[in-house]
């Protein structure tokens, strides 16, 4: 059963940075493409950022330059870099993976076509 566990979240002020790290378990990485979505109070489920196994990234427009997505296959795990955090980078991160049938996959930004998902790690920036 595929497992991933999200670290690294916290309360930060404006223009600090974090780390958050995701762990995946269960099943062997190969070709898996793993992201990161976020969910704030009273929205959708969001795309943040996402690395497929040639490791090649994608990110949302407002954290492209800021944040940036690393994998460690040796380790089974997946980072995300967040320099500069905005009050509007709050919420809680989710840490997802998917098998797409591909290596060379561009991960979809529809949190519907992830299958499997970490517990979520709370981001806070306060202004």
């Known amino acids: 059963q595929v497992q991933l566990v999200e670290s690294g979240g916290g309360l930060v002020q404006a223009g600090d940075s974090l780390r958050l790290s995701c762990t995946l378990s269960g099943r062997t990485i190969t070709s898996v493409a793993m992201g990161w979505f976020r969910q704030a109070p009273g929205a959708e489920r969001e795309f943040v950022a996402a690395i497929n196994w040639a490791r090649s990234t994608y990110y949302r427009n407002s954290v492209d330059g800021r944040f940036t997505i690393t994998r460690d296959n040796a380790k089974n795990t997946v980072d995300l870099q967040m320099n500069n955090l905005q009050p509007e980078d709050a919420a809680v991160y989710y840490c997802?993976?998917?098998?797409?049938?591909?290596?060379?996959?561009?991960?979809?930004?529809?949190?519907?076509?992830?299958?499997?998902w970490g517990q979520g790690t709370q981001v806070t920036v306060s202004s």
């Open positions: 997802a993976a998917h098998w797409f049938g591909s290596q060379r996959v561009i991960p979809p930004r529809n949190p519907e076509a992830w299958r499997y």
